[in-house]
């Protein structure tokens, strides 16, 4: 059984901070991808990144950037310069390749608030 | 491109009564849709995937017989929850997977809020 595990509930930052949402992830399987997902007041998930297992190259966009550790099975998001509009719920999820498609579990999501 | 859509955005019904939502994938065809529930500051959670042309696999704790799955077209998905109680209230999302397209390739729809008064 997979599982993703994100520790922080809810973060509160000002303006311009910069703020790291932590994801830890446990799966058996040898191939997998993780992702991050945005899901504002609206509900609508906002996909931000997919990473396979393979690939651990940090990566950056702009001010997201994620780190991906296997050694530790974690894949942490940092948010440099936080903006208000950044505020929303943020969801790491990890993939299961299962009878020819994938499917996601998700963490429980970490709630960021940026206020001005 | 890859625009998955869902039909109603929102939906209030009467306890008792059945009330369907549609998921279509509007610019390509895809053979797999899922549909995840969220509860209110919850998380994600899988329903069931829905095969084109075959009977959706339910994931456990899921009743199928409340929660009828019908994907009769590479486009068209949906979810029909029977005999609605306030329990069943949620927000309801599906995915799909492009038809050819690697099986770690999802697309959300925006999502269905159901309310059941």
């Known amino acids: 059984a997979q599982k993703v595990t994100q520790a922080q509930t809810e973060i509160s930052v000002v303006e311009k901070e910069d703020v790291t949402l932590d994801c830890v992830y446990e799966?058996?399987?040898?191939?997998?991808?993780l992702f991050w997902y945005k899901q504002p007041p609206s509900g609508e998930l906002v996909f931000l990144i997919r990473r396979n297992s393979f690939d651990e190259q940090n990566e950056i966009s702009g001010r997201y950037s994620w780190n991906f550790q296997k050694s530790t099975s974690s894949f942490n998001f940092t948010i440099t310069a936080s903006q208000v509009v950044d505020s929303a719920v943020y969801f790491c999820a990890l993939s299961e390749f299962n009878s020819g498609y994938s499917t996601l579990t998700f963490g429980k999501g970490t709630m960021l608030l940026v206020s001005p | 491109g890859a625009v998955v859509s869902q039909h109603p955005s929102r939906v209030i019904c009467k306890s008792g009564t059945s009330v369907k939502i549609e998921c279509r994938s509007l610019?390509?065809?895809?053979?797999?849709m899922f549909w995840y529930r969220q509860f209110p500051k919850k998380s994600l959670m899988l329903m069931a995937t829905?095969?084109?042309?075959?009977?959706?696999?339910?994931e456990q704790g899921v009743e199928k017989d409340k929660f009828l799955i019908n994907h009769a077209s590479l486009t068209l998905s949906t979810l029909t929850v029977t005999s609605a109680h306030p329990e069943d209230s949620s927000f309801y999302i599906c995915?799909?997977?492009?038809?050819?397209?690697?099986?770690?390739?999802?697309?959300f729809g925006p999502g269905t809020r159901l309310t059941v008064t």
């Open positions: 829905s095969n084109e042309g075959s009977k959706a696999t339910y």
């Open positions: 995915s799909a997977i492009p038809s050819g397209s690697t099986p770690y390739e999802q697309y």
């Open positions: 610019d390509f065809q895809a053979t797999t």
């Open positions: 799966t058996r399987d040898t191939t997998y991808y």
